[in-house]
């Protein structure tokens, strides 16, 4: 079963635009995970953020948790041809990912 | 060094015939997960093992789905008398630890049942 929903399900910006999508969960969690896929590379992991995290940054990614409303983001900065993509966050029950329905993003030239 | 590896990356079988789908994950990682992904979906667990042991497999959708990793390596989800229904992307990951956190996956098989 999905864990949560992604929004929106489809995003089209223009290059160097910012693109944020967001993802809510249904139960607790020790962390959540963003994943990114295209039909080149597959799934990739983006970035982690732990439970006790607010907000973590990796390159032009800006992830924000939000336990109390169990959602969150992912902005995506100055945007590049090449991130266009499904984005994915995942959640871990055990042994198992969780993952919402997932944005697709793409990014006009 | 080389990822996960999957075969074939496509395959299109007729209802009813079964089908076997083989993973060789990263070298020496502990752990591997089987996900089937519809069109438009996020991915969906269906079995996890650590070795060659299978700890969980709560998520096969029914008896006609199984899968083995006998050597604790390469791993085979084979799927008998298939349906229209599984038609999918089936994605298998590996990860050096126990930990579901960090899985890296291969690039999938996707069934075209017909």
């Known amino acids: 079963s999905q864990q949560g929903e992604e929004d929106p399900q489809a995003l089209s910006i223009q290059e160097g635009e910012n693109a944020t999508m967001n993802c809510s969960y249904k139960t607790s969690i020790n962390n959540l995970q963003w994943y990114r896929q295209n039909s080149g590379r597959g799934l990739v992991h983006l970035i982690l953020i732990r439970s006790n995290e607010r907000e973590k940054h990796s390159g032009r990614l800006r992830v924000t948790l939000d336990t109390s409303k169990k959602s969150s983001s992912l902005l995506i900065t100055a945007s590049r041809a090449a991130d266009t993509a499904s984005y994915f966050c995942?959640?871990?029950?055990?042994?198992?990912?969780?993952w919402g329905a997932g944005t697709k993003l793409i990014i006009k030239p | 060094g080389a990822g996960v590896s999957q075969s074939p990356r496509y395959k299109v079988a007729k209802r009813g015939q079964d089908v076997a789908l083989r993973c060789d994950p990263i070298s020496g990682h502990v752990s591997l997960f089987w996900y089937q992904q519809a069109l438009g979906q996020g991915p969906e667990f269906l079995t996890y093992?650590?070795?060659?042991?299978?700890?969980?497999k709560s998520g096969l959708p029914s008896d006609r789905f199984f899968a083995e990793r006998p050597e604790g390596s390469v791993s085979t989800l084979k799927i008998q008398r298939t349906q229209q229904e599984d038609s999918a992307v089936y994605l298998c990951?590996?990860?050096?630890?126990?930990?579901?956190?960090?899985?890296?996956f291969g690039p999938g098989t996707r069934l075209t049942v017909t």
């Open positions: 995942a959640t871990a029950v055990n042994y198992q990912l969780i």
């Open positions: 990951a590996s990860s050096p630890t126990g930990s579901p956190h960090e899985q890296y």
């Open positions: 093992f650590q070795n060659e042991a299978q700890l969980d």
